[in-house]
């Protein structure tokens, strides 16, 4: 297993945990991981993204050039990203974010989540970015989900999940069944 993906969008919209979600899991099975994150100069509302490596064996490098799985939060971010996709890869789409798409290449699987729609229906709109995992986690199972509840337990530590893990763990369900 090899896999090279990029998490972008806005400052508070959770980009670099869905990334370090994603490598901690990986760990958490055995593998290996890089996670290189990328923000602007405010962090809340500015630009983040994170690049992810997951793989079986050593990586070389935690750059990440051409994705095979891109995850979009924003409109900017799917402007700047989408066409680094690699070849036959996967771009995961917030489509509540989305006013206007650019020509998306036929090469590539576009999967387009209603995140925002579904987080707020759940009752907070911050956990975007677990629903944005659930629904990563359905095509794409590069961890089981309970890593990635055990990865997002160690992110935020025991004080503070304890109190963002009941909803976050309903957002991953959620974006689960929503994909």
């Not at 972008?8 to 980009?15: E, I, K, L, R």
């Not at 989900?145 to 959620?174: F, S």
Request: with cysteine; aromatic share 4%; glycine share 10%.
């Amino acid at each position: 297993m090899y896999h090279e993906i990029i998490v972008s969008g806005s400052g508070g919209q959770g980009v670099l945990v869905l990334g370090q979600a994603l490598a901690i899991g990986n760990i958490k099975n055995g593998g290996k991981s890089t996670w290189l994150p990328a923000y602007g100069a405010t962090m809340r509302g500015g630009t983040a993204n994170c690049s992810v490596v997951l793989a079986n064996s050593e990586i070389g490098s935690p750059m990440v050039e051409e994705p095979n799985i891109l995850i979009v939060l924003n409109q900017p971010s799917l402007v700047k990203f989408a066409p680094q996709v690699a070849k036959n890869g996967i771009l995961f789409i917030n489509s509540d974010a989305i006013e206007t798409y650019p020509k998306i290449r036929e090469d590539i699987t576009v999967i387009k989540i209603p995140a925002l729609s579904i987080a707020e229906e759940l009752g907070n709109k911050r956990c975007i970015n677990t629903v944005m995992l659930g629904a990563v986690l359905k095509k794409c199972p590069l961890v089981s989900i309970e890593r990635a509840l055990q990865a997002l337990q160690e992110i935020w530590g025991e004080k503070n999940a304890a109190k963002l893990m009941p909803i976050n763990e309903k957002a991953i369900h959620a974006g689960y069944e929503a994909c």
